[in-house]
Structures are given as C-alpha cells and as structure tokens.
C-alpha cells in the first residue's frame, strides 16, 4: 500500500480510530492462533455500520486487502492480519439493536460478544444457544465468520443454525439484507451459504439471532471411568437409548490435571477419563429422562458417577469443562488445538490411534472434547524454545487431520480452515469441489481483498512477513508462494 | 418440451445434464409450479434409496429421487425422525424435491428445519460436473455451506444427486392440545416453559394446535398446566396428517408458502392458510393477486408451489451478488433463472 492511500484511508477516520504505528498495531498482530505473527499496515477502528461499509468501498476502489477482526480469538488464524492490508476492528459495533421478547429474537451488530446477547436476553427468559467456550469474549460477527459451535451442538446446532437474518458489505461494496425476523426463507438461504465464509465474503453488519426460552431445569451427571474407552462406550450407550441430551463432553486425565490445577475442579480419583452428560427441558421432562440416564450412566460402570445437585454444582462441572483449553495452556508453554470430527461410533479407535501418534512424536496430548456429535479437541503441548518441537507439534497435528478425513468425518467441526488447515483442505475436497468454492468467493470478492490467504491452499496472496522463514513453513505445513 | 430424461445412477445424471442447455429436475411433481420452465426435465425416480444409515451417528445419506416415505419408515424402524416434519410424504415427495422447494412442516418450531438438518450434499452444477460439499457428520465446519444454499434453490443453481441428513431420536409419546385463543397466545405459548413441538392453526380454524412431545408420564403433568392457563381439550384424532398432505388445498387451487414472522401474521388475515410453526411460515390456498398486494405492503414473501400463480409474490431482492453467485454455479444457464 502506498503512503498516499494510507493518508487518504487515515483522513476517513477521526484521531484514535486509524493506528498505524508499531506499538499501537502489535495487539492486532496475531489472533488465538499465537504462532502466527503477520503486522497489517494500519487498524482502523469503525463505530458505525456505514463507516464500515465506507472503509469496505475504500479497499475495493484501491484493492486494499482488508481482515474484519472481532475479538481475535480464532484458532486457525482466521484473523490474522494480511502483509500489505488493513484490520477493520469492530467491536465498537457492539450494540444490541433490538430485542424482541415476542418473536423471540435479536438484531445485533458484530461486535456484540456472545455472551451478552443471553445476558440481555435473560430477564425475558430467554437465551442464545450457542456457546463457544470463548463466549465472554468472543464476538457474534467472528461466530458468523465461523459458523461457530460450542458445547450444545448435537440438540442446537452451531451458529448457522441460529442465524435468521444477515445485513452485510460484500467485499464488491455492495450491501445485503437477507432473512430477517422469521425463521423460515423463500428462496435460496443466503444467510446459511454467508455463515461460515470464514471473513471471505465481506463484513457483517447486523445479525438477527434466534433466541430460545431458557431450559426451566438441566440434569447434569460427571461420571469417572478408568479408561477413555469405557467413557466412549458410555457415549454410544445414551445416544442408542433415545434420549438427546443437551451436552455430551468427555475430558481425559491430562486435560483434568490441568483444570485442577487452574480452577480447583474437583473429580474422582483415578479416572483416565470423565464424562459430562447434561438433560434439560421441563422439569417433569427432565425428571422422567434423568431416571433412563442415571440407570445407563451405572450400568456403564463408572468409579463414581456424579450428578450436580444443584446450580452451582452444575456450574462448577461447566468450569472445570470451559475453563480446560486454557487450564491445559498452563501445563505446557505452548499448545496446538486440532477441531477435527470423526464419526461417533469411532471415537474410541480415534483416540486410542491419537495416544498411539502422540507417543510416538514424544509429545503430550490432552484431550477435550464434544463427544456427543464427535468433534474432537486434541491439545498438543510443546515448548517452542526446544528446537524441533514446533515442528514435531505440526507434523502431529498434520497426521490427527489425516485420521479425521480418513474416518470418513471432517478437519474441523468448528474453529474453521482459516490459515493453519488450509492446505488440508484437499484432503476432504477434491480439485473440481475446491475450484467451485473458489469461485463462489470470487463472486461475492472478485478482487480477492476479503481476509485473502486463508481457507484455500496456500495459492492466493501471501499473508506471512519475511522475518525469516515462519517455524510452520520450516514443519512445511504453511507455505507462501 | 416433453422430453424427460431418466438417469438411473450420478453418472447417468452428469451424462443427462450435459446433454442439453437447459434443463430442470424433477421429483415427483407434488410441487408442479416450481418446474413449470421451458426445460428439458430429468426425472429424479431413478435415483433412489437410503445408500447409508447409522442410527447410532444420527445421519443417513440417500439419493434424491428417494420418497420421504421410504426414509420415514427406514428411521422410524430404528425409533429416530425428521423433526420438523416433511410434508407430503404420501404424495410420494421425494427428498431431493423437499430441500429443491425447501418445505419444512410444523416441527420446524422447534429444532429446526430443513437448513438445520441438511449436513452434505452432492449435486451436479452447471458444467456438468459432481460435486460434493458440505460433510457427512453431524459437525462440520469446512468449506462453505452450499448445502444450506441449496435448500430453497428451486434447482436453478444445481441438480441435487444425494444428500446426507442429520436425524434425531424419537420422542417416546407425541400429544396434540387444541387451545383457545389461536393467533393471540401464540407468543405465550412459544415462550413458555413447555418446549411445544408445534404450534399451528388449521386452515379455517381459530383455536391452536400445540403438539408436546416427551416421556409420557411427564405429557400429563404438562397438559393438566396447560389446560389451566390456556383452556382447551386433549385432540384424539390426529390433525397433523391431513395438514402435512394439504388435504384441505382443493384440487387446481393454488398453493403458496409465506415466510412470515409472528408478529406479521395479521397480513394473512381472512384469507385460506395454515399457519404454522409458531406464526413463522404458513401455507396459503386462493386468489394470488390479492395475496401479493398484502405481502408487498407488509415486506414479506412468498412462493408458488402449486397452481398458476406467479412463482414469487410479494416483496423480491435481487441484489447483484444473486446473479454472481449463479454465474459461478451455472456459468453457461444450464438451469432456468431463479426468476422464470
Ligand atoms: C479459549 C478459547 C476457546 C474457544 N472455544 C471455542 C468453542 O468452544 N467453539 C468454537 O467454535 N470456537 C471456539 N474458539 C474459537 C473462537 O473463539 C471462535 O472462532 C470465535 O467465533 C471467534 O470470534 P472472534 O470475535 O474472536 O473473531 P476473530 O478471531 O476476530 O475473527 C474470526 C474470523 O471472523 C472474521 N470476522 C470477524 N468479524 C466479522 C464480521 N463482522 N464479518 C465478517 N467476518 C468477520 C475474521 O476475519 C476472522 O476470519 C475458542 C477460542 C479460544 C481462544
């Protein structure tokens, strides 16, 4: 970008809101995904949604490669600036346009953090189903961009499934409106094809959300097994019984010694592993199913089965659970977190084959994971200042992806391709399949402007500055062309 | 044109799209308005049948000319379900025909409909070539989510050849309340603590009909409440068959789905519809010209699925990017415009 762009761009924003040098743009330079580190060429900081589409319009008129940045959590980089481009940052749009009670739902902008959609929501009873585990940070536009999951997936679904309408600036400038307050569409579902672009089509600039009435009562069980298998057959006995619970999550010994140790959670001694299984739905519902499940949970011979006895018993089993990515980041200096699915009858093979992987690259994997729709979490630690660690993490990582796709499920169930799987994505594609969704981004960005770079395998522009070759290239799983 | 062509495999379909620049698929015609072009058509009975089930994965795949009947009856063998109730399933409607249209039914209320259960698809685009997007598990986050797109597409953008569903568990017992009240307590009772299934008005009724499904034991206690805040009675005869059928649509009439939001239901007033899923879709019979005034004037939208009105009523927006996105799938208009 040439200075003379740069200057006309700062003149578009009033002093504070367009950071151009170094020390202000170092908070941008990297999302959750740490290993990358890529300095855009200025931040600009928008508080109105036709400032935004203004800036949008700027960057197609100069073919300026823009990064839409909410709370810059993503963890496959999918925020990570462009070399040679701009992040918007948006979470000044961070209003709650309108909530109505009556048709239930919510018009918010995109910087709104996910959790204070259900918070505002929740004096009319009512909440926002999806729940990421980053929800008190994370914002809705980066949930859009994502089409993000979170604990309750197998009976909600993820972010799409929750989206009932979409006002957005294509990366051409043109603004959208698609959906709105109803929950079913004539023609084509536009919102269900934008959510989940991965920030490749443009910029979100109001989402209508679906809100639920709040489940009037859970039932939610902690049961320890010895083994993680006897917690995956446990798995398989409540899906073939009928019941659909909200929850299904399992968390194995290192990802328990590590909320242990963060927020003093306490399980029973020991299981190599521990599952959560969480009933919700009228109380009389919940009583009549929670019978079936305690029944099959102690036919499943756990060491101790647990069932919160109340609230805050409840709250303490979902802490120990949303607090373990972070918990099993204090064991280590460095970790990796894989997102891929695999069919849930083959859980049990999946992780036996990624204790077998891990063993033999020497690297410690802690597991977390949704178990009820199969997604899961692998956390590979290492230290980046041992040489070769990195790579060794990688090349793990490359392999859990491979196992995936080869079980027949997916590289990710809800972090996204964004930078770190995009040369995965010929494993689940074939040429033709990839050449299609190219150019359907190139409808909606011809120029190619819109956080290019990430999702498709390394071709498009590079997004990596040379500060020597990145330690991903070194381990060839990233490259730039 | 009355030529039909009658692929029997994806191959044959690739071959049968190829051979001629415009053409159109057809399912079994339960939704004849929606093919109504000047198109070669490819009949889709050929490709049929469940290719995989796994109940315990909570997905099938199966081809689309397959009737959702023989779907019904494979998940219901194993206690799962469609929640949100395919309609005209006696019809024969196939499934390819089901998501092409993108008709769901009253159980859409409550988990979802069609767009939420749809995980995989596989279609031919517009050069002829298969493809398949989307995943065959019940999580998938990579790539973009064409087979939502597809739903409602009305087979201008692609011939759909298979997809995969996300299914779940049935529940044990289903009970039908008709309570007083109908269109006035529709956001009371979408909102109360009863996690209704279904909340619906028949055509040319004015009471409410609430399906709650659950344990049984747990249906009574419930109902008892219910009656108490919302006077009413248990419905003995099921009402839900004839509605999922349209038996109430008379022959050669017109038949048109409206999205509409709960607090818009007052533009259908006095005119032949049900109203379902919680006042957010409704299927409605009668004189098109009338009915498209009203949805203009109130911004909302409607689809012909039967009969000789216009295919779209009401208000229309064809941004640009429409006609983009149909360029990339169809570069050489192989299928009809979304317009025609
Ligand atoms: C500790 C931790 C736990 C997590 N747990 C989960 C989990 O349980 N489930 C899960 O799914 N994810 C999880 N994540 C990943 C992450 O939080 C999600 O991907 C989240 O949706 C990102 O939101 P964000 O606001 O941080 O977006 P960012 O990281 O800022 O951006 C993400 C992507 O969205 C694009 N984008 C942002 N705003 C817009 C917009 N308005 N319009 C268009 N594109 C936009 C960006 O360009 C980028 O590609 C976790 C992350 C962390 C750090």
């Known amino acids: 970008m040439t200075a003379a762009v740069l200057q006309r761009l700062a003149a578009m924003m009033p002093p504070g809101r367009f950071l151009e040098r170094p020390e202000q743009l170092a908070a941008y330079e990297s999302d959750g995904l740490t290993a990358f580190r890529v300095r855009p060429s200025a931040v600009v900081i928008p508080e109105t949604a036709e400032e935004v589409i203004a800036l949008v319009r700027f960057c197609h008129a100069e073919k300026l490669p823009f990064v839409a940045r909410g709370s810059g959590t993503s963890l496959s980089g999918g925020s990570l600036p462009v070399e040679g481009g701009i992040v918007v940052a948006l979470n000044r749009l961070n209003r709650i346009l309108r909530l109505d009670p009556a048709q239930r739902l919510a018009v918010v902008e995109p910087g709104v953090v996910n959790l204070d959609v259900t918070a505002t929501a929740m004096v009319h009873g009512l909440h926002y189903a999806p729940d990421p585990s980053s929800q008190s940070i994370c914002t809705v536009g980066g949930n859009v961009a994502f089409n993000s999951g979170g604990a309750h997936c197998l009976k909600y679904g993820m972010t799409a499934n929750h989206v009932l309408g979409i006002k957005a600036v294509l990366a051409t400038g043109e603004v959208v409106e698609w959906g709105g307050p109803s929950r079913e569409t004539v023609g084509p579902d536009w919102c269900g094809l934008f959510t989940g672009n991965e920030g490749l089509f443009g910029i979100a600039l109001e989402i209508t959300l679906q809100l639920l009435p709040r489940a009037e009562c859970y039932h939610t069980v902690l049961a320890g097994y010895r083994t993680l298998e006897q917690a995956g057959d446990a798995v398989s006995a409540v899906i073939a019984s009928g019941l659909l619970p909200g929850a299904i999550e399992i968390m194995d010994a290192l990802a328990l010694e590590a909320a242990v140790a963060a927020v003093h959670a306490e399980y029973p001694p020991g299981c190599e592993a521990v599952l959560i299984v969480e009933l919700e739905g009228p109380r009389e519902v919940v009583a009549a199913d929670r019978e079936r499940l305690d029944q099959i949970i102690a036919a499943s011979q756990p060491v101790e089965a647990r069932p919160a006895r109340d609230a805050e018993e409840r709250m303490a089993i979902w802490k120990g659970r949303k607090s373990a990515f972070s918990a099993v980041g204090r064991l280590s200096p460095d970790f990796i977190v894989q997102d891929g699915v695999v069919p849930r009858r083959r859980l049990g093979e999946a992780l036996r084959r990624i204790g077998d992987l891990a063993r033999k690259s020497g690297l410690r994997v802690a597991n977390v994971f949704h178990a009820g729709d199969g997604n899961l979490h692998p956390l590979i630690l290492f230290n980046g200042r041992v040489p070769g660690e990195l790579q060794q993490a990688e090349a793990l990582a490359g392999e859990i992806l491979k196992m995936c796709v080869e079980m027949g499920g997916s590289i990710t169930g809800e972090h996204g391709v964004g930078m770190e799987k995009r040369d995965y994505l010929p494993a689940m594609f074939s040429p033709d399949e990839i050449d299609c969704m190219r150019r359907l981004r190139a409808a909606f960005d011809p120029l190619g402007i819109a956080n290019p770079g990430k999702m498709f395998p390394s071709a498009e522009a590079p997004s990596l500055q040379h500060h020597g070759l990145h330690p991903l290239e070194k381990a060839g799983v990233i490259s730039r062309e | ?340």
């Open chain 2, 1 to 340: 044109m009355n030529t039909v062509l009658t692929p029997t495999s994806a191959e044959e379909l690739v071959e049968a799209v190829r051979s001629t620049p415009r053409v159109i698929a057809v399912g079994a015609g339960t939704k004849p308005r929606l093919s109504q072009v000047e198109a070669v058509r490819i009949s889709m009975a050929g490709l049929r049948g469940i290719k995989e089930y796994d109940p315990s994965e909570f997905t099938f795949t199966a081809a689309a000319g397959t009737p959702l009947g023989e779907i019904a009856d494979a998940l219901a063998e194993r206690g799962q379900y469609l929640p949100f109730d395919p309609m005209l399933v006696d019809a024969g409607a196939t499934l390819g025909g089901t998501v092409a249209a993108g008709v769901s039914g009253p159980g859409r209320f409550r988990y979802g409909g069609l767009r939420d259960f749809v995980l995989g698809v596989r279609f031919v685009d517009g050069t002829g070539r298969l493809l398949r997007m989307g995943g065959k598990v019940v999580k998938n986050a990579a790539g973009f989510d064409l087979p939502k797109f597809f739903v409602g597409s009305l087979g201008r953008f692609g011939v759909l050849a298979e997809m995969t569903f996300k299914v779940f568990p049935r529940p044990p017992t289903a009970l039908t309340l008709r309570l007083r009240g109908g269109s006035q307590i529709l956001s009371e009772t979408a909102n109360s603590r009863f996690e209704f299934d279904a909340l619906d008005i028949a055509p040319g009724e004015t009471d409410m009909l609430a399906r709650l499904c659950g344990p049984e034991a747990a249906l009574k206690t419930l109902s008892r409440e219910i009656f108490a805040r919302w006077p009413g009675e248990i419905v003995s005869e099921d009402p839900w068959t004839a509605l999922r059928e349209f038996r109430w649509v008379n022959p050669g009439a017109s038949l048109i789905k409206v999205a509409v939001s709960p607090a818009k239901i007052a533009t259908l007033e006095g005119l032949r519809c049900h109203l379902s899923a919680g006042g957010n879709f409704a299927f409605v019979s009668g004189e098109a010209g009338e009915l498209d005034e009203r949805l203009c004037k109130a911004g909302l939208s409607g689809v012909t699925l039967r009969g000789e009105a216009p295919l779209w009523l009401g208000v229309r927006s064809r941004p640009a990017i429409a006609q983009a996105v149909k360029q990339a799938l169809d570069p050489v208009n192989r299928f009809p415009p979304l317009d025609d």
